[in-house]
């Protein structure tokens, strides 16, 4: 589940050098054009004791893929005006992972429309 200091952005003190070091850890091939954030969006599950838990979807090679948007109008088009979502701090991505077991991170991903219902992730 995601725990509340993950999105309190009340402590943020984002620095160049640990955005850079937040990118160097991303070892996905990607577009030299192509810059991640220090914060990423990322769409949430509301439970029913109202934690809430990062989406992730599995792929065709059955890899698990964490869903993480580099802007929040990203999210939005691509999952819908009524998806709960949370902002995250790239760096705090290890201690999700430790929480929520993904493979992957998928930035910015297409998500299918078989997916969605009622204006977000069914």
Do not use: K
């Not at 954030?37 to 992730?56: H, I, K, M, N, Q």
């Not at 580099?70 to 709960?84: E, H, I, K």
């Amino acid at each position: 589940m995601l725990d509340d200091p993950l999105h309190d952005t009340r402590g943020l003190r984002g620095t160049r050098a640990r955005a850079e070091r937040a990118a160097a850890a991303n070892t996905r091939p990607r577009d030299p054009q192509r810059v991640v954030p220090p914060l990423l969006y990322l769409p949430v599950r509301l439970l029913p004791d109202g934690s809430r838990v990062a989406e992730r979807l599995r792929t065709t090679d059955e890899r698990v893929a964490l869903l993480a948007f580099t802007a929040l109008d990203r999210l939005v088009n691509s999952c819908g005006p009524s998806q709960a979502w949370a902002v995250v701090e790239v760096v705090a991505l290890d201690a999700l992972q430790a929480e929520q077991p993904f493979d992957l991170v998928a930035f910015d991903p297409a998500i299918p429309i078989e997916l969605l219902e009622g204006g977000r992730l069914s």
